[in-house]
Nanobody
Framework: QVQLVESGGGLVQAGGSLRLSCAAS????????MGWFRQAPGKEREFVAA???????SFTDSVKGRFTISRDNAKNTVYLEMNSLKPEDTAVYYC????????????????????WGQGTQVTVSS
């Protein structure tokens, strides 16, 4: 497993942008598929985006065209660039990692598996 630490959350107005970062420990980062999930108050945690160990990406429909996911293996870091933010994007955002997963499999990851960060709050005001 890897240790994950998210950063970059905050308060932003609707239409604004934020970039989340997730720093991972260890020397095998390049073998991990990385994902972002979010959980709004009173709702279940949901998949947002993933980037595989081979660079493939996937997004949930509600963020397609607005969010971008990328990784820097030299820095053991994955990023979530969020543009055109909406109030409904308000949630705690969590980073997750699992080795050799496809992005499709990552979409089904639960807290029973993989490695998870502690989360970072994103609040979008209207």
């Amino acid at each position: 497993q890897v240790q994950l630490v998210e950063s970059g959350g905050g308060l932003v107005q609707a239409g604004g942008s934020l970039r989340l970062s997730c720093a991972a420990s260890g020397r095998t980062f390049s073998t991990y598929t990385m994902g972002w999930f979010r959980q709004a108050p009173g709702k279940e945690r949901e998949f947002v985006a993933a980037i595989s160990w081979s660079g493939g990406t996937s997004f949930t429909d509600s963020v397609k065209g607005r969010f971008t996911i990328s990784r820097d293996n030299a820095k053991n870091t994955v990023y979530l660039e969020m543009n055109s933010l909406k109030p409904e994007d308000t949630a705690v955002y969590y980073c997750a990692a699992e080795r050799w997963f496809t992005t499709q499999a990552m979409g089904g990851l639960t807290t029973a598996g993989g490695s998870w960060g502690q989360g970072t709050q994103v609040t979008v005001s209207s």
